[in-house]
């Protein structure tokens, strides 16, 4: 409906109008809908007259946005086509593989009354338990995303972070047959021209790698071969172009995405995945790691595996084989060193040297992956996940970590604020108060240790094994809080930040098991990043 625009004066309580001239106007009445509307004419002039600056607003608004996206469409078509060359025939492989998946869960998801099966489920399509089971039907692309979006709580609801934490990799072995063959073709030369002896049973196999015990031919030397399982490149390009493809044509169609940074996130998630793959970076990130660990002198407290360049490719990385026990096995921990927590202290202090001493930093610390080696030293193994971190966001990321700590909130909200993006403004009061409260709780996390006796018979001596029972779902429900708080009062982080999270997370599982009176933020024997040599990172 049109809106008039009426102009009066107020004197006195008594209506007058603005023009006084115009009073002698004859009046003329017209009606539209069930509204009379007047106005005084003399021709030419309107007293009262019709606005239509809102309706002008909404076309010039549409049309914005029609100019924009027909400018932004030829990009769109190209991105589109390029993309499916680069695909090729896999694409309708997986397509058909895809909608076989659908239907599968989709016909659990049917068999099931209303009444017997998880309210999430019901949700339908969408809902974080329905989309975890596609997920994992659909193969190591989709688990690796399902992981991805499990350690990514500032970039996903709080529902999905959760539910995904489930999707852990539940592999199939392949034979070993197939292993040697992709050996052959990589390492183009014979077998056993390199490798004295390979064991034919896996030590692991996870989504999109197999890893076997060997022993190198000439030194002898014990290595341990990752080798790329087959087929799972073409599956992991048709698929992450795909999403690729879904998250430019729903920006295009919506552009509120293009403000929620999709097709960036969706990139980021296509980089880091194809980066996981690529042995050769990898192996280069190895490199770095040690290369850090020899420069700042740190190479009798700590190391990483040796690469064999001279066997290993894209899809094959021969590498040192290190021999100790996961940080969380205290009872061997213990038969190792004399203090666990003196090698807890080394550990932080060549992960925390490493976030500004090195090219990039270990972004999976977890217990399978961070090891008390048998001469003591501590062992990084697998660098398939880095982070690589800014050093103002590390700036105020130091700022946080000792707000928390010294439990100084105001301060921590202010470092929060400086990584966050967002174009409002904070209220850092109500923002610190709210903060406060998340970590009032922090004390009460329960940490569940697992202890066993056993009597050695030829000594009748008990021996007493601890193990630290790793919860993820509980390690994470902390930053989940710090995250959903931060985000209603605006604020997005970046990726990094949640790798920061999730590792120091994982460090203070381990020091509530080997060193259950130190604070690993306050003690003075641990160093903070920014206090070490930064010479061999190249600082951005």
Known sequence: MASVSVFRGFLHGRTVPLFPHQSQLPVTSILIGSKKLEYRSNGLRLYARYSESQSARTQDLFTSRLQESMEKLPKLVEDIVQT?????????????????????????WSRNSPSGIPSQLQLGLLSPL???????????????LGQFIASAPTLFPEEYVQEFQYCFDRAPVVPFEEIKSILREELAVPIDSIYDYIDPTPLASASIAQVHAARLKGSQADVVIKVLKPGIEDVLVADLNFIYVVARI??????????????????DIRASMLEEVDFKKEAANIESFRSYLES??????????????????????TMERLYGVPLTDLDSISSLVSSPETSLITALNVWFGSLLGCESFHADVHAGNLWLLRDGRIGFLDFGIVGRI?????????????SIATEEYESMASALIEMGATNTDVDSRAFATDLKKIFSSIQDLDTEIVVATATRTNTNA????????????????????????????????????????????????????????????????????????TTNRNIY
């Open 250 to 267: 729903v920006e295009f169609l919506n552009p509120d995405f293009s403000r929620a940074s999709l097709v960036a996130i969706v990139n």
């Open 390 to 402: 800014s050093p103002k966001t590390w700036g105020a990321m130091e700022v946080f970590l000792g």
């Open 130 to 144: 329905y989309l975890r089971k596609l997920f994992e039907r659909l193969g190591a692309t989709y688990i690796k």
């Open 84 to 108: 499916s060359i680069n695909t090729g025939p896999r694409g309708a492989v997986r397509l058909a593989q895809g909608i076989q998946a659908v239907i599968g869960v989709g016909s659990e």
């Open 296 to 317: 700042m002198g740190l190479t009798r407290q700590a190391t990483a595996p040796r690469v064999y360049p001279e066997c290993s490719t894209k899809r094959v990385l």
């Open 462 to 533: 008990t021996a007493i094994s601890a193990n630290l029972v790793v919860d993820e779902r509980q390690m994470n429900a902390l930053f989940l809080d710090v995250v959903r708080v931060s985000e209603s009062y605006g604020l997005r982080f970046p990726r990094e930040f949640a790798l920061l999270m999730k590792q120091l997370l994982y460090f203070d599982r381990y020091t509530r098991l080997l060193a259950p009176n130190m604070n690993m933020l306050q003690d003075q024997r641990i160093s903070i990043a920014s206090n070490q040599t």
